[in-house]
């Protein structure tokens, strides 16, 4: 079946410590996100890339890295700079357009918990 | 900037309507989509509206005035199912979308 995969759902890491989050995509999409989503708040978007090798920030990128080295996977590193890590992590890809808007998949989140 | 409100939380009854609210000021516009959301999981696509007018699917219709800046989603024959979060999402450029806060609606007997 064709979709997106996050591993592992959730997470726990101690303060000061880098963890990288799993994404993975088999729905051939050129265009990748990854969000943040807090309670009350909507989606933020961390990074997003539309080709491999290149990647844009987002609205809220510090503290944050990621890369873009094969079309299906965009994994994301969560640094001991990024002040409150703890939250659920959204992957999500689209097909990439020229103009239009398009509907983004997204993957089941990973919840991370730093202690 | 980009900027959408939402209710925060609904509260309706099983097998009644719902009418949920989006207004937005962005600096593009491209589209606009909702999302259901259940509580810990992926949000689904609903809807997308990118002209004037209703679109209808089921249960659910989606509602656009580019002109207000407004959106509704509308949900007939509520169903305890229906309990969940719905996000307004606008697409102010190609490929991108801005969330709104998401709204809760509780469905109750």
């Known amino acids: 079946d064709g979709g997106i995969t996050q591993s592992p759902k959730y997470l726990f890491r101690k303060e000061g410590q880098n963890v990288t989050l799993s994404c993975e995509q088999n729905l051939n999409h050129d265009a990748m996100y990854w969000y943040r989503q807090d309670p009350g708040q909507g989606l933020r978007l961390i990074y997003y890339?539309?080709?491999?090798?290149?990647?844009q920030k987002g609205d809220i990128a510090e503290g944050y890295s990621v890369s873009r080295e094969k079309k299906e996977s965009f994994p994301l590193t969560v640094t001991s700079a990024q002040k409150n890590p703890t939250a659920f992590y959204l992957c999500?890809?689209?097909?990439?357009?020229?103009?239009?808007?398009?509907?983004?998949?997204f993957g089941p989140g990973t919840r991370l918990t730093v202690l | 900037g980009q900027n959408i409100d939402q209710p925060t939380e609904m509260t309706a009854t099983e097998g009644a309507i719902v009418q949920i609210n989006c207004t937005y000021q962005?600096?593009?516009?491209?589209?606009l989509f909702w999302y259901q959301q259940h509580a810990g999981e992926a949000p689904t696509f609903l809807s997308y509206n990118v002209l004037d007018g209703l679109e209808e699917k089921g249960r659910f219709s989606s509602f656009l005035s580019r002109s207000k800046g407004y959106s509704y989603l509308l949900l007939k024959e509520l169903q305890m199912k229906d309990s969940a979060s719905y996000l307004c999402?606008?697409?102010?450029?190609?490929?991108?979308?801005?969330f709104g806060t998401g709204t809760r609606l509780t469905v109750i007997p």
């Open positions: 962005t600096s593009g516009f491209n589209g």
């Open positions: 890339s539309q080709i491999v090798n290149d990647f």
């Open positions: 999500a890809s689209s097909v990439l357009t020229s103009g239009g808007a398009v509907e983004q998949f």
């Open positions: 999402a606008v697409s102010p450029g190609a490929n991108n979308l801005f």
